[in-house]
């Protein structure tokens, strides 16, 4: 494909992900089903930046994104290869955010979804599914629980399973994320990446996406440094990263305000583990005082209303400057996952 497509053609195609629609699984233009996801800026964070000493700190702004997150990407691709592949309805477990995106990228299809969800998943995302007519199912349990319901009914109704790398596709539209930033960089790979991790489909897309832009010979050097970011609360991954473990047990009572951290028991731990060693990342928790604290801070030097998870990167970032396991002129780009808009309760202070 390095030599049948020039990278030069994706700066002049529509501003969504699709523009990359030759290293996308969808061979048919009319199954794309899309509400313009992607092409999200990749904005300089100077002024917190010039307060670290770095110079080249990006914040990747996903919470701009059709639903406010991330979440577009992957089932923009999913849905669109599933209509491709004659599938007329689904199921989708989640925490929130991608339940969100799942009913309303069904409704632009026309397609049917259950989705499932805990009890206490938040509100602005029950509503988008109600919104968009979807079947929604609340789950007394977390995420492992609603996805156990979601599967049972899949096999017994022959539906769709759009549970997290339970199918390829949601990783295919993530993996744009890499795609996008070696091109806002001039086609050049940023020295590190720091994600924050639940399901951890972003981190797996998007090194798969890195490693196919060397493939193709578009970029040189190595993939970056792949940083996972957890919670307190919910942290299987950082223990499994520090036991040297190939797996991750499964976190007891998870609990965190970042709902899309509280995921106890990530699918393809393996596949996380995989990335962050072979790419000489890492893994680290922080609390959730701390993600808030960076919340505010984002906002008020950057202008950027991040998600608490997504604001849990700069409170990664601080730690490895701190410890050296970053160096001040890396280019490093924090993600900020989705937009704080939805998470404005845990915002205090005016009229208290």
């Not at 195609?13 to 990749?42: C, H, K, Q, S, Y």
């Not at 979804?113 to 079947?135: G, I, T």
């Not at 493939?215 to 520090?242: N, R, S, T």
């Not at 305000?257 to 699918?267: E, Q, T, Y």
């Amino acid at each position: 494909m390095g030599r049948e497509v020039s990278r030069d053609v994706f700066a002049g195609r529509p501003d969504n992900m699709w523009r990359f629609a030759e290293l996308l699984p969808v061979f048919r233009d009319e199954n794309i089903v899309t509400l313009g996801e992607g092409a999200t800026p990749l904005l300089n964070a100077s002024t917190i930046g010039k307060s670290l000493n770095m110079g080249h700190l990006f914040i990747k702004e996903e919470g701009l994104n059709p639903t406010g997150t991330f979440k577009a990407r992957g089932l923009s691709a999913a849905i669109s290869k599933a209509k491709e592949l004659g599938a007329t309805g689904f199921t989708m477990p989640s925490a929130g955010n991608a339940a969100g995106a799942a009913a309303v990228y069904c409704a632009r299809a026309g397609l049917d979804v259950k989705v499932y969800m805990p009890q206490d998943a938040p509100e602005a995302n029950k509503k988008e599914c109600l919104l968009a007519d979807s079947e929604l199912n609340l789950v007394d349990g977390h995420i492992g629980d609603a996805g156990r319901q979601a599967v049972a009914v899949a096999e017994e109704e022959k539906l769709f399973d759009l549970s997290t790398l339970k199918e390829p596709y949601r990783a295919e539209g993530k993996k744009t994320m890499a795609l996008e930033i070696a091109m806002q960089l001039g086609w050049r790979m940023p020295d590190t990446i720091i994600y924050p991790t639940g399901g951890g489909t972003g981190i797996i897309g998007m090194h798969k996406g890195f490693r196919e832009l060397l493939d193709l010979g578009w970029v040189e050097g190595e993939p970056p440094k792949f940083i996972a970011v957890q919670a307190a609360g919910c942290q299987p991954i950082v223990k499994a990263f520090e036991a040297g473990a190939d797996s991750a047990e499964p976190w007891p009572n998870a609990k965190t305000v970042a709902d899309g951290l509280r995921v106890p028991g990530p699918f393809a731990d393996y596949l996380i583990l995989q990335a962050l060693r072979e790419t000489g990342g890492t893994a680290l928790a922080v609390d959730d005082t701390e993600m808030v604290d960076a919340m505010y801070e984002i906002a008020s030097k950057e202008g950027v209303i991040a998600c608490p998870e997504g604001s849990a990167t700069l409170v990664a970032l601080k730690r490895l400057l701190g410890s050296g396991d970053l160096a001040e002129d890396d280019v490093t780009v924090l993600l900020n996952t989705g937009s704080g808009y939805k998470y404005l309760d845990l915002i205090r202070g005016y009229g208290e």
